[in-house]
């Protein structure tokens, strides 16, 4: 059986967060494999604002960032006053959002494009309202921040959402005061491990149920002291998981060709879909390599399969998060019933992913029922078009995962020789995270 060999850019996570800690840092850090898609470009540019010099190709995705360290930065510059157009990126602004309003005398107004504008930002503004930062207005950008000195910072995080953990950790670097958070539902740690991985002192602990029992709850406690010294060190940054997915399941519904992931992140809050699939009878190998800058990372084999349904735990899913909707393709082509219930987030990503996941395989004459923190359908591995609904419309909703989980099924059909001549409106989405999809696509014929 053909192999298909994939190599991937670096994971979007991890790209935003070296672009943002190598600006807050004194000194020269080094970006390998920086994920060069319209997102994380837009944070790397808003971080320039601090004053740091890049060197380099930054398209090449391997630079160096020579940079002042954040004190200084702010002692040259003076009151930091710009705007910053973090164009589709909930992280890129929600984490910029965190870090702008602890940094005393910067006033920036950070906005994006029509999506992000939809998306709610009270979650990062109301809990560092309450340590003294100041956000005008609070919930939609484009938002005003007003860097204050805060007050330390002590937050129950409830949405199990890292957006949120991350922009207070880099409120309360900026502002040179402690941090205290109660993750209660655990999220991607990346900002943890990068900036441990940076030399900063940040604790994490089990978080116990009671002073009675001691049983562990899942959740940890979060806590930093200043100062804060983040090193200069090289990031060497794992290809994308998330881009990953889509690939990793077209190996497996695919009947003809093997899928090879080379280097790729294997942070368990990110590749828990993989495990997932596994559970579906996907033929999926995992091979792990040394950790790089704080991360695991390493291959990932997968084989054509067959696939049965699942019902997917709520506690699964904020490791899950950014993969359900593909998830869902891979459900659609299992047998029996595939469903996820908890997910009431997944209704404020780039678009709101329940609603455009049922109406877009609706329209495909799939049924589906929608819940309002979830979905359920019946799969099929036999699933096709016929000619009366190949040459429907899929809407992106402006939404790039909405896009490129569509083409994955399209392209599983035409693979197993089925027909489908789709008309997947707002292509031009994917280049926010995935600027080499259809590149990629394109070797599968
Ligand atoms: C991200 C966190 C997730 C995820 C997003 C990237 C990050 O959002 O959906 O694509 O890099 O911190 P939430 O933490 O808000 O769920």
């Known amino acids: ?133 100041v956000f005008e207005p609070l919930d939609k950008l484009p938002i005003t921040v007003y860097g204050r000195k805060l007050l330390p910072i002590m937050h129950v995080e409830n949405l199990g959402s890292a957006q949120v953990k991350s922009a207070l950790i880099l409120a309360a670097i900026a502002s040179g005061v402690s941090l205290r958070m109660e993750e209660q539902i655990p999220s991607r740690d990346h900002t943890e491990n990068m900036l441990q991985f940076c030399g900063v002192n940040l604790t994490k602990e089990n978080l116990d149920v009671s002073e009675g029992t001691g049983d562990k709850t899942g959740g940890f406690l979060i806590e930093m002291e200043p100062p804060y010294d983040i090193k200069p060190v090289a990031f060497d940054i794992w ?31 990110r590749d828990k879909f993989v495990h997932i699939l596994k559970k ?6 995992i091979i792990e390599k040394e950790e790089r800058c704080g991360e695991r990372g390493g291959d990932i084999i997968a084989s054509p399969s067959q696939l049965h349904g699942i019902e997917i735990s709520p506690s699964d899913v904020p490791a899950i998060i950014d993969e359900l909707p593909v998830l869902t393709i891979a459900g659609l082509f299992s047998k029996g019933k595939f469903s996820y219930r908890g997910a009431g987030e997944l209704r404020h990503k780039e678009s709101d992913r329940i609603s455009a996941m049922v109406k877009n395989l609706t329209g495909l004459g799939v049924s589906v029922e929608e819940f309002s923190d979830g979905l359920s359908l019946d799969g099929n591995p036999d699933f096709s078009l016929t000619s009366s609904n190949s040459e429907g419309i899929i809407q992106s909703h402006l939404d790039h995962r909405i896009v490129m989980s569509f083409e994955i099924l399209q392209k599983a059909i035409l693979l197993n020789g089925g027909i489908s001549n789709l008309t997947i409106d707002g292509k031009e989405w994917v280049a926010t995270s995935f600027p080499d999809f259809y590149d990629k696509l394109d070797l599968f014929e």
């Open 239 to 269: 290809g994308d998981i998330s881009s990953a997915s889509f690939f990793i399941i077209l190996g497996l519904l695919n009947q003809k060709k093997k899928v090879h992931i080379k280097n790729v992140l294997l942070n368990p809050y």
């Open 280 to 285: 579906m009878g996907g033929q999926i190998e």
């Open 1 to 133: 059986m053909e192999t298909i060999t994939l190599e991937f850019k670096g994971d979007k996570s991890l790209s935003h967060r070296s672009a943002i800690f190598s600006a807050l840092g004194r000194g020269t850090f080094e970006i390998k494999n920086f994920l060069t898609a319209e997102d994380t470009i837009n944070t790397l540019n808003a971080m320039k604002n601090l004053g740091v010099r890049i060197e380099g190709d930054v398209k090449s995705g391997s630079f160096k960032v020579h940079s002042q360290g954040l004190a200084n930065a702010m002692k040259n510059i003076g009151q930091l006053k710009f705007t910053a157009d973090l164009g589709n990126s909930g992280t890129g602004s929600r984490l910029l959002m965190g870090l702008f309003s602890g940094l005393p005398d910067a006033e920036v107004i950070i906005t994006g494009d029509e999506s992000l504008k939809k998306r709610p930002m009270g979650r990062i503004s109301k809990p560092l309202t309450a340590a003294g930062a």
